[in-house]
């Protein structure tokens, strides 16, 4: 599965964008790319799921490029409670079951 | 019930003891994950069932490790003579559907062992 790299941590403040870019050069034809949220002391909480393009939900935006080697998973106007790492996968339809978690990126938002 | 269910939240064991971790997953789902996860790092995938067949346990460390689900509902992760580089959280995840791809896996909030 293609490797994935993030920011090890970001800052921001309350209501501003944030936008965490994760690279994935060897991504594969039938390669998805998943973001995934972790709070302390819980497990990962899915967040979005994307092949290309955009896709939005309630929580999140996540952009891909055309050549998906990377994507860019923004969240609208972040509060304290935002504050979380935020993982990165590349899962491989067919392929096996796991998902392959990287080290994530820090968010810490300050009031 | 609601959500992926694990027992107990902590855990403290002295080197050397055998320890047995529970799973509850999402009533109906099929398969079921667990995962490794140290002090800082990201989790780190353990094995893999789907219903009772435990499809993948290529991550399991050492022959220490074993898990099983007999009925394809609750699971079990023993460690065996367990050592201080066991000490991580042990997260457990399940989904719907037989491929992860198809749908979210959603996880429980974790089982901390500490060996001392």
């Known amino acids: 599965l293609a490797k994935t790299t993030q920011p090890i941590s970001m800052d921001s403040y309350e209501g501003q964008e944030v936008n965490i870019t994760c690279s994935h050069n060897?991504?594969?034809?039938?390669?998805?790319i998943t973001w995934y949220q972790q709070f302390p002391s819980q497990g990962p909480r899915f967040i979005i799921q994307g092949y290309k393009t955009k896709v939005t939900n309630e929580v999140a935006s996540l952009f891909i490029p055309a050549d998906r080697k990377s994507s860019t998973l923004s969240l609208p106007r972040v509060s304290l409670s935002d504050t979380a790492v935020y993982y990165c996968?590349?899962?491989?339809?067919?392929?096996?079951?796991?998902?392959?978690f990287g080290g994530g990126t820090r968010l810490m938002v300050k009031p | 019930g609601a959500g992926v269910s694990q027992s107990p939240r902590y855990k403290v064991a002295k080197r050397g003891q055998d320890v047995a971790l529970r799973c509850d997953p999402i009533?109906?789902?099929?398969?079921l994950f667990w995962y490794q996860q140290a002090l800082g790092q990201g989790p780190e995938f353990l094995t893999y069932f789907q219903n009772e067949a435990q499809l993948d346990k290529s991550g399991l460390p050492s022959d220490r490790f074993f898990a099983e689900r007999p009925e394809g509902s609750v699971s079990t992760l023993k460690i065996q003579r367990t050592q201080q580089e066991d000490s991580a959280v042990y997260l457990c995840?399940?989904?719907?559907?037989?491929?992860?791809?198809?749908?979210?896996?959603?996880f429980g909030q974790g089982t901390r062992l500490t060996v001392v």
């Open positions: 060897n991504i594969a034809t039938n390669d998805y």
């Open positions: 996968l590349v899962v491989r339809n067919n392929a096996g079951n796991m998902l392959t």
């Open positions: 009533s109906g789902h099929v398969s």
């Open positions: 995840a399940s989904s719907f559907a037989r491929e992860v791809m198809n749908t979210e896996a959603f």
